[in-house]
Structures are given as structure tokens and as C-alpha cells.
């Protein structure tokens, strides 16, 4: 049985993510999506209101869970017995952080493989960032995520 973990910030969840879950999950047999704080990054959604947007992003997907990261992910990783860490990969832009962040994570646990997941080229413009900009500005963004994660945009920043 191999289990994968997808971490990320999913600030919010977005259609680019939700593409690399389902194709994640058809290579998995176990897929736990983790959400993490990025140190590097002030969060617009608490982590419960982001497990609560994918959860109901993904009730389509039986092998998919989720749950909140605290701490280390390599840790996290290990103690829930996963042998791969899951990131989407957009555009050359997204590598060199990805490539160091993967290193740093095998020199943790030499064990553990990432694996660079390539989403469908109709969403790799969209951003978390981006779509939280558009939202804030009165933009539609109905095209880059559920009409619920728009929703909960809306009500959020407008
Ligand atoms: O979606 P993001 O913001 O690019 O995700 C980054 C994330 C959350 C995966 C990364 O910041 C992370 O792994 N945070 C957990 C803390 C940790 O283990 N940091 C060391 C990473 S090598």
C-alpha cells in the first residue's frame, strides 16, 4: 500500500491543486492532503477553514483525506508510515524552491521520495495568491476554484 502525502498552504485550494490531487490519487492507494502554515507567508483562511474548503472539494475522491499540519512535515510524513511527498509542479519558476525544499527533506529522512506532479497546462497560471488578489479587487474568479472556496473569497476580502 503506498501512502502520499500532498502538503501545502492552500491558501485557498484552487483548481490547480485539486487537478494534482486527482491525479495523485490515481496513482496512490492511500493520498492524505496536509495543510501547513509556510513561515513565509500570512494566511488569509485559518487551517480549519482551509480543511473545511477541501473537504468538500474532494468529497468526490474515496481515497483522499485530509488533515492539519503541526511541526516538521518529514516527521508527519514518517510517523503516518507515507513513502512520498506529493508537490505540483507549474512552470520553471516553481523549481528551484521545490528542487531545495525536496533536498532539505531528504537529507531529514533519506527514505522518503517527492514526487513532482505536472497539472493540466489550463491551470498552471493560477495561484493561490493570485486568485485571492483578483477576489479582493471585485474579479471573478469562479473560473480558478469551487464555487464554494468563491464564496467564502467573497465574503472574506470584499
Ligand atoms: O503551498 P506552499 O506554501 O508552497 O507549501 C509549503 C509547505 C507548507 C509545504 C512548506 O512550507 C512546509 O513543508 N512547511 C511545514 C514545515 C516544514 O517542514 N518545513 C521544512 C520544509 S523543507
Do not use: W
Request: hydrophobic share 45%; proline share 3%; net charge negative.
Amino acid at each position: 500500500m503506498t501512502i502520499a502525502v500532498y502538503p501545502g498552504s492552500f491558501d485557498p485550494i484552487h483548481n490547480g491543486h485539486i487537478d494534482v490531487i486527482a491525479r495523485a490519487a490515481k496513482v496512490f492507494d492511500r493520498l492524505i492532503v496536509m495543510i501547513a502554515n509556510n513561515d513565509a507567508k500570512q494566511p488569509c483562511f485559518t487551517l480549519l477553514e482551509r480543511k473545511q474548503m477541501i473537504d468538500e472539494s474532494l468529497k468526490h475522491l474515496h481515497n483522499v483525506e485530509t488533515d492539519i499540519l503541526d511541526g516538521l512535515l518529514i516527521e508527519t510524513v514518517y510517523q503516518k508510515k507515507a513513502q512520498v511527498i506529493v508537490r505540483g509542479l507549474r512552470a520553471v519558476s516553481d523549481f528551484e524552491y521545490e528542487f531545495q525544499m525536496a533536498l532539505m527533506n531528504r537529507r531529514l529522512k533519506e527514505d522518503i521520495e517527492t514526487f513532482f506532479v505536472v497539472p493540466s497546462e489550463d491551470h498552471t497560471f493560477i495561484s493561490s495568491r493570485l486568485v485571492k488578489e483578483v477576489a479582493r479587487l471585485g474579479g471573478e474568479v469562479g473560473a480558478f476554484v469551487p464555487e464554494h472556496v468563491k464564496k467564502a473569497l467573497i465574503s472574506k476580502l470584499q
